[in-house]
């Protein structure tokens, strides 16, 4: 009996150091926030700007956060729009190298008809760095795979051939539109508990990595009754409040009750994660990083009283700072506390800074564009200069339906080119993040510098030419033209009724003309020399044709 205990002990001798190996691995956590802007939260991401802080919104636990951690007054989204954004994240690569620029980026298809399976994620680089990480992803995906396909062992997905998109956020059943209950908002609770769970089933029993990508803030905005009632009753308190029926009102339309109560409750969970992190033992030794895909959406009649983005110019589809520049917090080992980094960072940087961080020995996957942000974390801004493998932080937005532009900072400056005009701005985005001053005329050589590295990176990596966008895009909707087309021919066959025939006849009349009008849209946006608006209503104006196809009626 005695020599057993002896053989038992000696095991867990051997036994004890590799379990401690195991569990000493960090854990990582990314709290991705859908179209949240710089100053939509109550922490203040630039301490010399008043206005990178909401005034009526409140973050109480991302507040906490920061108070543990660092907040970051110049983090960017790879791109002003979803879509890009989280490709990007997800592999730790520009954009342009993804061949994902924008929402319904029409040249991707033809770039990458076989999509992008065949990339490493951040989930499977962790796996690839220790055998023992398990990893999750709950939410908004992708749009271009599903995420069990790219390297994660936990996701919510539906069995559907389409990843979790919007209307994930909105309905139980896509298919048939039924609207998610009152209680669950953008499925932010249904997000917590199975984050939650995820962190009950392994936290403290192996290394894990967990990104929760919510629904919120992304319209159509709905939020529960009972937090949605509180908010309003604070909204009715306001001093100066618009009257009844000017909603469109800047005032209103930055401090909505709806709007509060969504971020309220995404900031509950938030906390919740948290404190199952510190019950469990486990919050010490885990990185939380709370960011958002792009910048608040944007409007002409925000243009006063404290904007969504705070001070920047414009918001989400613009890549100015508005759409780019993004909140920014992260805590966990070795991050000082309540700290502010003025170092420019990007979200692509982030698979490289866990792989740092978690002491992979091999090889980082091919292509990634993004530095290691492990110094930074540790040593704020005392690091100035991230070694990446792009040549700074590239912007490359071919846009056919907003202002297609291209740009790239490079240390204080942000190089802007309008691809439509080939028009040229330049900024020192450090001290002018209204993006304000013009300096191109003032520094050519700067100008020029910046200009030709911009243009020999995405040129190297195929990142997609204007004209190229344009085409793409023109030739998709002839092809829904060719399917609209078979589609009408086969059921007017099948048709039993002439009043059957004409329902047919009309609805295939108005996909066509919806067809059309996006073809005149795209034409009339390639000729646009504008840097802020598209043209899309311009083009309803002048055809008198909705978007869906419907025709205006003539007043």
């Not at 002491?359 to 801004?381: H, I, Q, W, Y």
């Not at 990446?388 to 080119?417: E, T």
């Not at 066509?512 to 390639?526: A, F, G, P, V």
């Amino acid at each position: 009996m005695i020599r057993k205990l002896l053989f038992s002990c000696l095991m867990l001798s051997f036994a004890s150091p590799l379990l401690l190996a195991e569990t000493k691995a960090p854990n990582f956590i990314i709290f991705y926030m859908d179209d949240l802007g710089w100053a939509q939260t109550s922490v203040k991401m630039m301490d010399s700007e008043p206005l990178s802080v909401s005034q009526f919104y409140e973050t109480p636990n991302l507040e906490k956060l920061a108070a543990r951690g660092m907040k970051f007054s110049n983090a960017y989204a790879p791109t002003p729009t979803c879509t890009g954004s989280r490709v990007s994240i997800q592999f730790g690569k520009t954009s342009a190298r993804m061949q994902y620029r924008f929402v319904h980026d029409v040249l991707s298809y033809k770039q990458r008809p076989e999509g992008y399976k065949d990339e490493v994620s951040i989930a499977g680089m962790l796996k690839a760095a220790n055998k023992n990480y398990i990893t999750a992803h709950f939410g908004k995906g992708i749009g271009v795979e599903q995420l069990k396909d790219v390297g994660y062992d936990i996701t919510d997905e539906y069995e559907e051939i389409a990843p979790n998109g919007n209307f994930h956020g909105e309905y139980i059943n896509i298919k048939n539109k039924e609207s998610l209950p009152e209680d669950d908002p953008k499925r932010i609770y249904s997000l917590t508990k199975e984050s939650l769970k995820f962190l009950d089933d392994h936290a403290g029993k192996r290394p894990f990595y967990m990104m929760i990508s919510h629904y919120a803030v992304h319209g159509p905005h709905v939020a529960s009754p009972d937090v949605l009632k509180k908010w309003q009753a604070r909204y009715d308190a306001l001093p100066n409040k618009p009257e009844k029926g000017r909603e469109k009102d800047v005032f209103y339309r930055l401090h909505t009750p709806v709007f509060a109560s969504m971020i309220e409750e995404s900031d509950t969970h938030l906390g919740k994660l948290i404190d199952s992190l510190k019950e469990k033992g486990v919050l010490d030794n885990t990185y939380i990083i709370f960011t958002s895909d792009n910048g608040a959406e944007w409007a002409p009649r925000n243009e006063k009283n404290h904007r969504y983005n705070g001070p920047l110019t414009e918001g989400k589809y613009f890549p100015f700072e508005g759409g780019l520049r993004i909140p920014f917090v992260v805590a966990g080992p070795g991050i000082p506390a309540g700290k502010q980094c003025d170092t420019p960072i990007v979200q692509w940087d982030l698979l490289p800074t866990f792989h740092d961080l978690a002491g992979s020995e091999a090889a980082l996957p091919d292509g990634v564009d993004g530095g290691s942000l492990k110094e930074v974390f540790t040593r704020g801004n005392s690091v100035q200069e991230i070694e990446r493998h792009a040549p700074g932080l590239v912007f490359h937005f071919p846009s056919y339906y907003q202002p297609p532009i291209s740009s790239i900072r490079m240390g204080d400056f942000k190089f802007m080119r309008n691809l439509n005009t080939d028009e040229i701005r330049l900024y020192n985005v450090k001290t002018d993040y209204r993006e304000k001053n013009d300096l191109a005329s003032e520094m050519p050589e700067k100008v020029a510098t910046m200009k030709k590295a911009l243009s020999e990176y995405v040129e190297s990596v195929d990142g997609g030419k204007i004209e190229d966008v344009y085409q793409a895009a023109i030739e998709l909707f002839d092809e829904f033209d060719h399917r609209s087309i078979v589609n009408y021919e086969q059921k007017l066959a099948e048709a039993s009724s002439d009043a059957e025939k004409l329902t047919l006849k009309e609805a295939h009349e108005k996909k066509l003309r919806s067809n059309m009008l996006k073809r005149e849209m795209i034409k009339d946006q390639r000729t646009s020399a504008s840097w802020h608006r598209g043209r899309a209503n311009d083009t309803v104006k002048r055809l008198g044709v909705k978007k869906d196809g419907t025709i205006l009626s003539k007043k």
